[in-house]
């Protein structure tokens, strides 16, 4: 097989912002002529298709949400050849969305450029040749990172260190375990994984944190290469006198995750597995949009995944005000650094999304890629959090206030609850390590006013601490996933949202709690 084409892959980080603009316009001016098969277009676009610039689709065009796709997209259509990606929202709901072939080496694609950036030390070349091994720590089909698993194997040759289908007959804990068994007997070159499991992981092999299972689990498998390689990572952490960690086991070339968590983890990531996780940014329904192309830096934008809008903070604001408002939108060249917007895209590839609200918040920042800003993802538009119309908490904000104060914070879940006539920001949590109980809600209190100047404002201008904090049983939230799993619930539902958990959840995790003390 020939070497991988990084210069091909990694070509849009070097457009100018005249080139993004012309590669956005020339893809989606390609997809107006399929726009009439399209069975959601009729209630989208009242006048037709037939559209005659980018800014005539923009204008005729209305916004939209799942709703305006959910009785059109029918994985059990007998017609359709794609393939279909799975998601869950809400309470439970379903999401399929269809991916071509196009679409599918696009996303291909996209995830190896994120790998190779992950790995490269110069930006124009990356130690990533086809036939590494890859560790992939993803949910099975028919979620979006299964299909990418073996897209990744198919098109580019790597080779997963658990078999592909018989890993999706196991439990995801399962899957997590046999792979690093199996890594214990192979290397490991590509890492891709969500990045809390990484951190879970890590702290399987530190004895002072709090366990969620032995490591014994992850050597039941081990041949003679493996001990050999076990042993040799014990006598190096005790000659230099540190916990053993992955690192001492493993040394990969390119470690990419997902999750709002990346970049707030990313110190201990490196610490513990030798390199920093890159960040990636996708959604089930258009597929990778962002990738991080520097250690620490910000988000760019792949303009050949899609066409993109930007919903300005202040026309959110007009519509929370007024339901019936449509927000108005605008491009990349018109955001400006330091502000947030709600994501809206169009698909290209003939696939279905036409000015799709994501529900994604992201705030673009003061660095540049060569077309523009970079972004960090800040979290959903339905799950900020408002606190007595001062503020608008989003889960990026909650993490950094937990990494700037150095919390010991393994796992949580925060939402609003009313005392009376005050609102609180409730925080349910779990300690990865002991922590004075009371000096919790001063520390982060703290650090969400350094964070959230509008936070601040709550006990400048009010006077009060709108935080209230409950210190969970270790072990709660995985019991919580347990129970749920046993249940039926799917990989996506079976863990508590960060926000704004629902009073049966919150009742779940407290009762679970309960039981979890009385056996301690």
């Not at 009762?511 to 056996?519: G, I």
Request: aromatic share 10%; net charge negative.
């Amino acid at each position: 097989m020939t070497a991988i084409d990084w210069r091909n892959l990694w070509k849009f980080l070097d457009y100018s912002g005249d080139q993004f603009a012309q590669v956005q316009s020339n893809s989606l001016r390609e997809q107006f002529g399929a726009m009439s098969n399209n069975p959601a277009m009729a209630q989208l676009s009242a006048g037709g298709t037939d559209f005659t610039s980018i800014d005539d689709f923009r204008a005729r065009v209305r916004l939209s949400t799942w709703d305006d796709y959910s009785t059109h997209l029918n994985p059990n259509d007998p017609n359709s050849s794609d393939t279909w990606a799975y998601t869950q929202f809400g309470a439970g709901n379903s999401k399929w969305a269809p991916f071509n072939r196009q679409a599918l080496d696009h996303l291909a694609d996209s995830v190896v450029a994120s790998i190779g950036l992950a790995a490269s030390t110069d930006g124009k070349s990356a130690n990533i040749n086809y036939g590494d091994r890859a560790l992939f720590n993803i949910p099975p089909r028919p979620y979006l990172a299964g299909h990418v698993g073996f897209e990744l194997a198919q098109k580019y040759g790597f080779k997963p260190l658990i078999p592909l289908e018989p890993g999706e007959d196991m439990e995801f804990k399962q899957r997590i375990s046999e792979g690093f068994a199996n890594a214990l007997n192979d290397r490991v070159d590509i890492l891709i994984s969500m990045t809390s499991v990484l951190k879970r992981v890590a702290e399987r092999f530190d004895p002072s944190a709090v366990k969620t299972g032995g490591s014994s689990g992850l050597i039941k498998k081990v041949n003679a290469k493996g001990a050999f390689r076990l042993a040799g990572a014990k006598l190096k952490s005790t000659f230099t006198q540190h916990t053993m960690k992955p690192k001492d086991l493993w040394e990969p070339k390119s470690i990419v995750g997902w999750g709002l968590d990346t970049r707030f983890y990313s110190d201990q990531i490196s610490d513990a597995w030798g390199r920093p996780p890159f960040e990636l940014y996708a959604s089930t329904e258009i597929g990778a949009m962002g990738v991080q192309f520097r250690e620490y830096g910000g988000l760019a934008l792949n303009p050949h995944t899609c066409f993109y809008e930007f919903i300005p903070e202040s026309e959110l604001e007009n519509e929370r005000i007024d339901p019936n408002y449509q927000p108005r939108t605008c491009l990349l060249d018109e955001v400006e650094p330091g502000k947030s917007y709600e994501v809206v895209a169009t698909s290209f590839f003939g696939m279905p999304f036409a000015r799709y609200r994501l529900g994604h918040i992201v705030q673009f920042t003061s660095a540049h890629v060569g077309y523009g800003n970079e972004f960090l993802f800040v979290g959903r538009a339905d799950e900020r959090i408002d606190i007595g119309g001062f503020t608008r908490v989003d889960e990026s904000t909650i993490w950094k206030a937990i990494s700037n104060a150095e919390l010991p914070i393994r796992d949580w879940t925060i939402r609003r609850e009313v005392e009376g006539i005050v609102p609180e920001l409730h925080m349910y949590l779990e300690l990865s390590n002991p922590y004075e109980a009371g000096r919790l809600v001063p520390t982060l209190h703290r650090s969400l006013k350094d964070c959230d100047p509008l936070y601040s404002d709550l006990e400048t201008m009010l006077g009060i601490c709108p935080l209230n904090v409950t210190v969970l049983s270790p072990g709660t939230f995985d019991a919580f996933t347990d129970m749920k799993l046993r249940q039926g619930a799917s990989l996506v539902g079976s863990r508590p949202p960060r926000m704004n958990p629902n009073d049966e959840i919150v009742g779940r995790l407290v009762a679970l709690d309960r039981a979890l003390a009385l056996t301690a």
